[in-house]
């Protein structure tokens, strides 16, 4: 079998088998670093732990690998919008029938959060707001794992055609290319059409809360 040689940035090297995820890469190379990371960068591109290294660099070659941690703005960037997919999760649980639009982190000031564009089958309140948050907390605690699949742009259209998201469908077709990703979080009703990266789970997002409500205009 081929082997990656894998390289932490400034640090450490093992062997992998060319099949290995980026977390299987990481507990070869640093176990601490490994069990801190919230997602990686494989050379210089951010992407989830259950990426896999083929193709990141041809058999012999050494690939480079940054943990994504907490407390730091990348790993800030990662939480956040995992938070973001985690509303959007609690919405549809609670409010089936809402159309999603984009959910980012905001990262121009560290102060800020993240948010969720939506169009609900009714007009929400701050009232709704501790209910929301509440249920985004039970989904956090069931340790649900956000998962990744690479599908071509019909297809993606046709899936959310028929989940009845227009708001997906016309960034969708916005996009180039012939593939996009789109993101699961297992045991939830939620799909996103998103390029990520994402926490490998629901139960790596401790501390969040709700603020405000506000219109968009899309």
């Known amino acids: 079998m081929s082997e990656i040689n894998v390289q932490l940035k400034g640090g450490q090297s093992a062997q992998v088998a060319a099949g290995a995820t980026v977390a299987e890469a990481l507990k070869a190379v640093d176990r601490d670093a490994a069990k801190q990371a919230l997602a990686a ?36 960037d990662v939480i956040r919008h995992s938070t973001a997919h985690l509303l959007a999760a609690a919405v549809l649980d609670l409010f089936p029938g809402t159309k999603l639009g984009v959910g980012p982190a905001l990262l121009d000031d560290p102060r800020y959060g993240f948010f969720y564009d939506m169009i609900a089958p009714r007009q929400l309140t701050d009232e709704d707001l501790p209910v929301i948050e509440k249920r985004m907390r039970e989904l956090a605690k069931r340790n649900l794992a956000y998962r990744r699949e690479e599908i071509t742009k019909e297809e993606a259209l046709r899936i959310f055609g028929d989940r009845e998201e227009p708001l997906k469908c016309e960034l969708i077709a916005d996009k180039g290319g012939a593939e996009v990703s789109v993101y699961y979080i297992d045991g939830s009703p939620f799909l996103d059409f998103c390029l990520g990266p994402h926490v490998p789970n629901t139960n790596r997002l401790k501390a969040f809360k709700l603020l405000s409500l506000s219109g968009a205009y899309w």
């Open 41 to 76: 960068k494989v050379n210089g591109r951010e992407v989830d732990l259950t990426f896999p290294l083929v193709g990141a660099a041809s058999n012999g070659q050494t690939v480079e690998v940054e943990p994504v941690l907490p407390g730091t703005l990348d790993g800030l």
